[in-house]
């Protein structure tokens, strides 16, 4: 009896200590993937984003100087201080920064100087808590956010001489020290454009220890007996006592309104404990990535799955505030006013249009809800929809791209908001362009909804692409039109518009190339030159953008066979790029080239959902195929885990819904395109209550081929899923096979949408 009372002790215990090592969603996340990019190579060009789900305030550890976009590189040394940062890219650069450092012996304000020597092997890096051991002080630093507010805390030595600096970096900036609160208040003005003249971010910090040292710094000089100070670069430092393996705890907070609102925010974190936000912390980030469940052997596929849906679900980044009443308010960044109401930021509509405001619309919509309240917002304080913003509208790529993600939302059901003055938004947009910020609305406008296209010899750069895009804007305007009951005039004008892709395309080369305003293509004419006519990219990159209607550019190439070849072709072709119009090959070009898979450039965007049209022309498995090799090939859970920039969650979604097994080719649509799933189950959680079951018994590396697959116990034969099926729960059973099944899939009738076909 006692032996089979403690084997049964054994056995518990056992179980009890599975138990509680059972990974979680965010135990496989690693927020380093990316950081290993430079300049000349991206892969990913991210940093370690410790935040909360579409948080407002996000801090990073910082290896790079004080305004270099790379702020955290994986190849550094040193880390200079922990800072509040809202970069969207190092491209965008930052705004609403500062940053806090300990020290102890000394206190040095250089950035140089005071950067302490640190490990990858001494650093704990999640979403929602961070710790790295700064050798030179012998103090390890541990951070946990909430939206708006963070705490640190800092395990110091045993010495007299321990500091902590608050750097409110250069470009305008102020801090006072509240000696009677324990408190450091200030504010920093640094920004990189997008803001109004009176942008200010307003913060607070607050430490659980009495100061014994207290100094500030102005123009770099370290100044005691003041306690305040406004230069151009300010600065403050306070010291104290500490025992060996004393915590000291600071809470900060920070607002774009006030010092009020600052204080405001800082009650996410004012009556917890360090302990108790990171538990809170951890919880938030189950619930966002848990709407996802997996089951499948291999561990490095789960890892880079949870870490692109990390990068996914951070922006954009909330911009707004909660007041005292409970009230969302927010500061604008487009006419300097606090007003009501909810407000993101921080994204590129011309990279996220394409799969991660559809991710949003499928598993987050209520956050998407916000998301389109905030446009409206932006259109009534700017009179233009973003096209990207960070956090104002800024002077950077191309596109009316707004207009698909306010028709995909409405299109995928979300309701409850404003839509008729989003409309009124999109359909001002296709007639104007922001006089300050030529990026925003339509640059060329005149000429293309004149012409039909954006002309190559008008003097506007990226015609060709411009006249894309535009067209497939039309198009997504004609589906809301009808789906709101407007003129059958309107429809109409944006039905014919959407065929504009037309007027570019050339049968001697069977791609897209500039036209002049005479109606001549450009000439000479290059393939792959890029840049020039096309944006970020070449013809053969950009040929493919017409989401809406393959089955017209599959007639404009001569049909199924022809098409297929050219797609084929775009794999075929070594990577011989023309650098002509930049003068050097910018990083687009070398992730290009160094990835030995032809002309397809996976790392930018305009071509990343060109594996899927295979599924137009009644080839389906060459989709199975190249979605898997490029979710095998360039993605990984490693910190050079990208092919490219990740763009805000861009590249991210893209493996999200391709390792589920489909892709919104063409966001406005209710379709999904299939590929080829990656995990054995995936089991996702509808925020309406239902769930979705995706089956692939058997699955891995050898199979990538669909040889069957049944939607809710019966045979499906079609290239796509409707977004309705998906929403009602449906459960999709995938046989898969090291061989291509070519009977599948291959009938006219199991073709995803296109515009030409609508009438037939």
Partial sequence: MKSNSVFLLLLLSVYLVHAQDKLEPVDYVSILVGTQSKFELSNGN??????????????????????????????????????????????????????????????????????????????IAKPYYYSVYLADYDVTTEITPTERAAVFRFTFPETTRSYVLVDAFDKGSAVEILAEKKAIIGYTTRNSRGVPENFKNYFVIVFDKPFEYKSVVKSGEILQGIHKVEDNHAGAFIGFSTKKGEKVVAKVASSFISYEQAWQNLKEVESKSFENVKQEGRKSWNEVLGKVE?????????????????????????????????????????????????????????????????????????????????????YKESGFLPEWASPGHRGIM?????????????????????????????????????????????????????????????????????????????????????????????????????????????????????????GTFQSPFSPTKWGDAFTEGNSWHYT???????????????????????????????????????????????????????????????????????????????????????????????????????????????????????????????????????????????????KLLINSPGNSKLTRYISDFRLNGKTYTKNYVKHQDLMGGARIDVQMSDKPNKTRGTLKSDFPYSFSNENK
């Fill in 294 to 378: 997996i089951e499948d052997d291999n561990i490095d596929n789960k890892r880079t799955f949870y870490s692109t849906l990390y990068r996914s679900t951070l922006f954009p980044r909330k911009f707004y505030e909660i007041d005292a009443q409970g009230n969302a308010i927010h500061y604008s960044p487009y006419n300097g006013q606090v007003l009501p109401g909810y407000m993101y930021t921080d994204t590129g509509f011309w990279d996220t249009f394409r799969s991660l405001f559809p991710l949003l619309n499928l598993m987050y919509p209520s956050v998407n809800k916000e998301i389109q309240e905030g446009l409206i917002n932006t």
């Fill in 544 to 690: 493919w953008s017409v989401f809406h209607d393959p089955q017209g550019l599959i007639d404009l190439m001569g049909g199924n066979k022809e098409f297929v070849n050219m797609l084929d072709s775009v794999f075929k072709m070594p990577p011989v790029f023309d650098d002509s119009y930049y003068g050097f090959p910018i990083h687009e070009i070398r992730e290009m080239q160094i990835m030995n898979m032809g002309q397809y450039a996976h790392g930018n965007q305009p071509i990343q959902h060109m594996v899927y049209l295979y599924n137009y022309a009644g080839e389906p498995w060459k989709t199975q195929y190249w979605a898997r090799e490029v979710m095998n090939k360039l993605y990984t859970p490693a910190p050079d885990g990208y092919c490219g920039d990740e763009d805000n969650g861009q590249t991210s979604a893209w493996y999200v819904f391709s390792a589920m097994g489909f892709y919104p080719v063409c966001p406005g649509s209710d379709e999904y395109i299939l590929g080829s799933p990656l995990f054995e189950k995936i089991t996702v959680h509808l925020e309406n209550g239902k």
């Fill in 46 to 123: 991210t940093y370690p984003a410790i935040a909360m789900p579409w948080g407002m305030n996000f801090w990073t550890p910082q290896t790079g100087k004080m305004g270099d976009g790379w702020i955290y590189r994986y190849d550094a040394d040193k880390i200079r201080g922990f800072k509040q940062t809202h970069q969207p890219s190092p491209w965008m650069n930052d705004y609403g920064q500062f940053s806090i450092m300990p020290m102890t012996d000394k206190i040095e304000f250089n950035e140089e100087k005071r950067a302490s020597w640190f490990s990858h092997k001494a650093e």
């Fill in 398 to 518: 191309i596109g009316n791209n707004s207009a698909s993600v306010v028709a995909d939302a409405y299109l995928k059901g979300l309701r409850g908001y404003d839509i008729e003055t989003l409309y009124e938004a999109m359909i001002h947009g296709t007639e104007n362009v922001h006089p300050k910020v030529s990026s925003t609305g339509r640059l060329g406008h005149e000429y293309y909804n004149t012409l039909g296209y954006v002309p190559y010899d008008v003097k506007i750069n990226e015609n060709a692409a411009r006249t894309l895009e535009y067209a497939y804007a039309d198009w997504t305007i004609y589906k809301l039109a009808k789906a709101l009951n407007r003129p059958q005039a309107e429809i109409d004008l944006y039905a014919k518009r959407c065929q504009n892709y037309r007027n570019l395309y050339s049968p001697e080369y069977k791609l897209m190339r500039g036209k002049n305003k005479d």
